[in-house]
Every structure is written in structure tokens, then in C-alpha cells.
T-cell receptor, first 112, second 113 residues
Framework: NAGVTQTPKFQVLKTGQSMTLQCAQD?????MSWYRQDPGMGLRLIHY???????DQGEVPNGYNVSRSTTEDFPLRLLSAAPSQTSVYFCASRVTGEKGYTFGSGTRLTVV | DQQVKQNSPSLSVQEGRISILNCDYT??????FLWYKKYPAEGPTFLISISSIKDKNEDGRFTVFLNKSAKHLSLHIVPSQPGDSAVYFC????????????FGKGTKLTVNP
């Protein structure tokens, strides 16, 4: 049981490049979310999913796409990276009945 | 406009004493509150939660108090241990949309031996 696995751990992108941050969980959790954390800030919700095939926007969705084709995977796509997307990204999951989310260890993204 | 506020960026306490971390919220629709702990280079870890139908919830050394009229909650850690040194985040949600957590900026707790 690996929990929530995020890859890569570190990434440097050039402005305008696209990339996908991977998130996988092996706990059969229905709910999955993506957050970003900027220096001195709390975590802000980007997108979330309540099950395979169902996604919705969070607080800061612009510039990001998600899809949930399987229960296990919830990739986050940056369409055209901008320096404002430099941040630490956290993926999280939970199952019905659990009170809190289980978070991955994060992906530190720098856009230059 | 910040809906969840943690006004103390940092807190330092002695080992064995009580740590009290505070959180205020402005959205009266929030009815479920959580505390997370975060170590450097790790993801947040869920600690404890409370529903608005309660005013107190305990789990071992951790107790969360909720004052709905003041829109204020606090996390008490007794006794504090050096391993408790971390950043603590308060989060809130509206029960019906509980996947949309709103986080505060966090308070860095340092427990000195």
C-alpha cells in the first residue's frame, strides 16, 4: 500500500511548455484533489474529483486541466506553463467515511 | 479575502507545556473544520476534525475547540513534544461540498526541549 504517489518530485519548465503532473493512489479512494501551495500561503484547491469520470473546479482552476479515467489516477495538466504557476503541488485522496484527506509528498514546479 | 485566518505565523513553546493554535473564519456557511500538520518536504497529515454540531473534539493529546458565535476554533496540544514541531494548517468546508477545503496560511509551531 503505497498511499498517494506523485511524480515527478521536482520539475523545471520553460514558459509556454506543457506538462502533466502524475498522481496515483492504491487505496481505492473515490475522492481526489489537487492543491497548490505558494510561499506564505495556505493550500488552494485547483480541481477535484468525486469519482471516475467526474471532475470539478476548485478555487484556482485557470491554466490547469484534469481528467479521471480510472479510480487510481488523477493527472494534472498544465497547458502552457507561466511563471505564476511556480508552486508546490499536492495531490490528495480520501474514501467515504474518512474525515481527512491523505496527501502525497508533493511536486515542486518551477517555471522560468 | 481570506475566509480562514491563522493570524500567528509562528509559535514557540517548551516541551511538556500546552500549545494553543488559533484559527478564525469569516464564512458562516462553514460547518466542518479540520487541522493538518505538515513537516518540511512532506504532504500535510490529517490530525483532527470537528463538526459544527459539536464544540469540542479530543484525540489523545490533541483537542479542538469550536466557538461558532465567535467564528473561532483552536487546537490544543498537551503535553507538547519536540516531534510536534511542524506547520499546522486549519481548514474549513461546507458539509455539502466537503471536497472544497479552504485552508489558512498555517502556523509554524516550535517545541523546544
Amino acid at each position: 500500500n503505497a498511499g498517494v504517489t506523485q511524480t515527478p518530485k521536482f520539475q523545471v519548465l520553460k514558459t509556454g511548455q506543457s506538462m502533466t503532473l502524475q498522481c496515483a493512489q492504491d487505496m481505492n479512494h473515490e475522492y481526489m484533489s489537487w492543491y497548490r501551495q505558494d510561499p506564505g500561503m495556505g493550500l488552494r484547491l485547483i480541481h477535484y474529483s468525486v469519482g471516475a469520470g467526474i471532475t470539478d473546479q476548485g478555487e484556482v482552476p485557470n491554466g490547469y486541466n484534469v481528467s479521471r479515467s480510472t479510480t487510481e489516477d488523477f493527472p494534472l495538466r498544465l497547458l502552457s506553463a507561466a511563471p505564476s504557476q511556480t508552486s508546490v503541488y499536492f495531490c490528495a485522496s480520501r474514501v467515504t467515511g474518512e474525515k481527512g484527506y491523505t496527501f502525497g509528498s508533493g511536486t515542486r514546479l518551477t517555471v522560468v | 479575502d481570506q475566509q480562514v485566518k491563522q493570524n500567528s505565523p509562528s509559535l514557540s513553546v517548551q516541551e511538556g507545556r500546552i500549545s494553543i493554535l488559533n484559527c478564525d473564519y469569516t464564512n458562516s456557511m462553514f460547518d466542518y473544520f479540520l487541522w493538518y500538520k505538515k513537516y518540511p518536504a512532506e504532504g500535510p497529515t490529517f490530525l483532527i476534525s470537528i463538526s459544527s454540531i459539536k464544540d469540542k473534539n479530543e484525540d489523545g493529546r490533541f483537542t479542538v475547540f469550536l466557538n461558532k458565535s465567535a467564528k473561532h476554533l483552536s487546537l490544543h496540544i498537551v503535553p507538547s513534544q519536540p516531534g510536534d514541531s511542524a506547520v499546522y494548517f486549519c481548514a474549513a468546508s461546507v458539509q455539502g461540498g466537503s471536497e472544497k477545503l479552504v485552508f489558512g496560511k498555517g502556523t509554524k509551531l516550535t517545541v523546544n526541549p
